[in-house]
């Protein structure tokens, strides 16, 4: 199981460190962010962290958990410079990293920041060549160059540095729910394909396309890693269920229905039918960056009966 947070809804890097270290503590296997610049909801308050600053810390003040993106957004980076952030992170972490990429979707922290926010067609041209563009990078021998002649990026004789500390490479993290376009650059770029708050059968079929796509392109589908994220709201009894979805603003009903929500036994329930879709591993969405007990129950209640 591993950790995901969305910093954006108000939270400090310290806030941060701490849920790093919580997880790492009490042996999560990763702590992942979410990147973006502008919250859903509230003030927001004390503003955004950059996703890719904050990993950096986090690589020099940890020391087992891997530490990645769900996802970073294409429209905020050029591929060449994202692909020598992410290397050197990887460095500084000793080769703990994984990049979840996406098209980016939120027009609205586009247009507070002032970034670029090209239709929906144009972001998935620019995503693909992004993908095509970043796994280059890392994949060119030592000692050699690459080159890349795309309809939006252009790389002449780049000497392709400097290179992940990951013997396989980093692995790169594609998602979403759609039916063509996602799955075939996922067969074609991903380590890992991932499905967002979605329900079982969703989960399902999505993992289904996946696969198939593989095959179409003459992979192995079992070298896809599926994976599943899950808001997560656990309780050791009713009221402290509910304190903690009127702490992220939702409803008990609500969470029950649509993530890991419920007593330990209920969440041990839950993510078994989500294994039972296919999905090798789970992404609990921590909102309440502050409620570190959380962390701690389910690493002593729900994990051990994972296993």
Known sequence: MRIFTEPQMGATYDDLLAVARRTEE???????????????????????TDAWATLA??????????????????TFRLPGPLAITVAQVDQMSGGRVELGIGAGWFEAEHAAYGIPFPSLGERFDRYEEQLAVVTGLWNTPAGETFDFRGQYYQLVESPALPKPVQESGIPVLVGGA?????PRLAARYAS???VPFASVADNIRLFAGVREACEEVGRDPGS?????????????DEAEIAR????????????????VAGTPAEAVDILGRYAEAGAERVYLQVLDLTDLDHLDLVASEVA????
């Open 192 to 194: 890992e394909f991932n």
């Open 244 to 259: 903690r979805a009127a702490a992220i603003g939702r409803e008990v009903a609500e969470l029950r229905e649509h993530g």
């Open 178 to 182: 759609g039916k063509k376009r996602t």
């Open 57 to 74: 810390g986090l690589a020099r003040e940890t020391s087992r958990i891997r530490l990645g993106t769900l996802m970073t957004a294409g």
């Open 26 to 48: 009490t042996g999560f296997d990763a702590f992942f962010r979410s990147d973006h610049y502008l919250t859903m909801g509230g003030d927001g308050l004390p503003g955004p």
């Open 224 to 236: 896809m890693v599926c994976s599943s994220a899950l808001v997560l709201c656990v309780g050791k």
């Open 304 to 307: 051990p009966q994972l296993v």
